[in-house]
């Protein structure tokens, strides 16, 4: 039995206006994580079983190991097909915002949702959700949007309208946001969840191949590459790994290559706070990732000095600058953290 983690007037309410509406957009977070586009397919699913018009739109695209999942072509990348989506977001008479906590998170989409005359309904786990919202289900303790996604559909009494291609999706999610269960992932409930995902037929083995394992040859040099440039602080318990656009060049980097490098400092012998820094493709800066075990708040390291946030032990920001200045700022907080990074526990 699960524990009921959202309020049930919350429940009522979205059940309530499912119930009168034909129309209902999905949107989110900009370049969209496994719990992103798993939440929202999740959802997705759902709702088509409900026989309702639904439509995922997030601002740009997603990694191509994501692009197995049961209905990932149908979402639509608001960066191309703008005109459309606004028409679609416009119309909507609800729009189910997920995997955010502020709109500032979802880019150039930020005004149309703002505008949007329809109801809207934010569903996440970051900390400190804005409040743009008719109704905010937000559970920083719950590992993923995914898992809200699951207990939302079931407390409303449809667990049995779950497909194996909805499972799949809310699987993957569940998944990703928590390294596949090695962090983030002590919640016994979480086990009962995939029990209940697994009746439904899924084969959580294939997804963790298909998720983890398609990878080019030459996303495994970059890796070893990076890793063989990768410096540790032994003083501050610290490992810093960069990727500049020339190396990007160097390695026939696209999209989601470096995804999960930042995690593997950490396996490091008394390494509890890793930092990956990369020079974007699209925009001028450099996109910082920061990863910790144990008590270390990286989400306010990335605050205080990444214009960032996040989770206490996966967070990011965006540094304007060049590389070398932004490893400067990270030596920067690694002296001011000391103390915390030094800290046990
Ligand atoms: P990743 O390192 O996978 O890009 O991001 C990990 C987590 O850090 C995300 O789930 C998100 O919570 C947070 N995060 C990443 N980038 C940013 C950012 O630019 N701003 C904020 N506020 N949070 C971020
Ligand atoms: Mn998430």
Redesign the pocket.
């Known amino acids: 039995m699960l524990t009921k983690v959202i309020e049930q007037a919350k429940i009522d309410r979205f059940a309530r206006w499912m119930g009168h509406a034909e129309r209902i957009v999905i949107v989110a977070?900009v370049?969209p994580?496994g719990?992103a586009i798993g939440s929202s397919l999740g959802l997705w699913h759902f709702l088509n079983s409900q026989d309702k018009t639904a439509n995922v739109i997030v601002p740009n695209a997603f990694p191509d190991f994501l692009k197995w999942m049961p209905g990932s072509k149908d979402v639509l990348l608001y960066d191309r097909y703008k005109e459309f989506a606004d028409k679609l977001i416009a119309e909507a008479e609800i729009i189910c915002c997920l995997?955010f906590n502020?709109l500032?998170?979802i880019d150039a989409m930020a005004d149309a949702i703002k505008t949007a005359k329809g109801k809207k309904i934010l569903i996440d786990h970051?900390l400190y959700p804005e409040e743009f919202c008719d109704i905010t289900i937000s559970h920083p303790n719950i590992s993923s949007t995914s898992e809200l996604i699951f207990r939302l559909i079931c407390r409303m009494g449809y667990f049995s309208e779950i497909t194996k291609q909805g499972a799949e999706c809310i699987y993957t999610g569940m998944m990703t946001?928590t390294g596949g269960f090695t962090y983030n992932s002590n919640n016994r409930e979480i086990y009962f969840i995939i029990g209940e995902l697994l009746s439904k037929g899924i084969d959580k083995d294939d997804i963790y191949r298909k998720v983890y394992n398609t990878y080019s040859e030459s996303r495994l040099r970059l890796m070893g590459y990076v890793l063989s440039q990768m410096r540790v602080y032994p003083d501050y318990h610290a490992a810093l790994i960069s990727l500049t656009k020339n190396e990007q060049g160097r390695f026939d980097y696209i999209r989601g290559d470096s995804?999960g490098f930042?995690n593997i400092p950490l396996s490091i012998k008394d390494v509890v706070f890793s930092c990956?820094l990369r020079e974007d493709t699209e925009k001028p800066m450099i996109?910082?990732?920061?990863?910790s075990v144990g008590t270390f708040p990286c989400?306010q390291l990335?605050?205080e000095f990444?214009?960032?946030?996040?989770?206490l032990n996966?967070?990011?920001?965006?540094f304007y600058g060049t590389i070398d200045e932004a490893k400067r700022v990270l030596e920067r907080a690694l002296e001011k953290f000391k103390p915390l990074l030094n800290a046990k526990g």
């Open positions: 977070h370049a994580d719990d995997d502020a500032s998170r970051h946001d995804e930042v990956f996109k910082v990732s920061l990863r989400n990335a605050a990444f214009n960032g946030g996040g989770h996966a967070s990011g920001g965006e």
